[in-house]
């Protein structure tokens, strides 16, 4: 397990999972709240999960240069963040255009029936 994480299960739970998914959370709400596109979040979580390798290695010893420990927790810290952009930019949608839009899940938003459209 620890072969494929790239870091110690105790590590990548604490660092990764905890606090740089929290630091992906904060971003993704963020970017959300400056309507920046997806793209934009994919860059952000590259470059949490730089941190994340360096803060194992320099904190916890773990190996600097490990591809898979750098791609298995550069992807949790990105989709965490893209859940986070998701989430923000849904309710975003409904809190901004109120009489357009309702909520259809935590994920998404739809157009509200009998909703005023310019045909």
């Known amino acids: 397990m620890e072969t494929i994480l790239g870091s110690s299960v105790p ?20 970017l959300a ?7 934009s979040v994919l860059a952000y979580s590259l470059l949490l999960g730089v941190g994340d390798r360096f803060l194992a290695w320099g904190l916890f010893g773990e190996q600097l240069l490990s591809l898979w420990g750098f791609a298995v927790h550069t992807a ?8 986070a952009h998701r989430i923000a930019t849904a309710r975003r949608m409904v809190n901004q ?20 459209t310019d045909e």
Do not use: H, M, N
Not at 33 to 39: C, F, I
Not at 100 to 114: I, S
């Open 11 to 30: 590590v990548f739970v604490f660092l990764t999972v905890l606090v740089f998914g929290g630091c992906g959370v904060l971003t993704g709400q963020t």
């Open 33 to 39: 709240e400056g309507w920046k596109p997806v793209s």
């Open 76 to 83: 949790v810290i990105a989709l965490i963040t893209l859940t």
């Open 97 to 116: 255009y109120p009489w357009l839009y309702e909520r259809a899940g935590p994920f998404a938003w739809r157009e509200k029936t009998g909703a005023a």
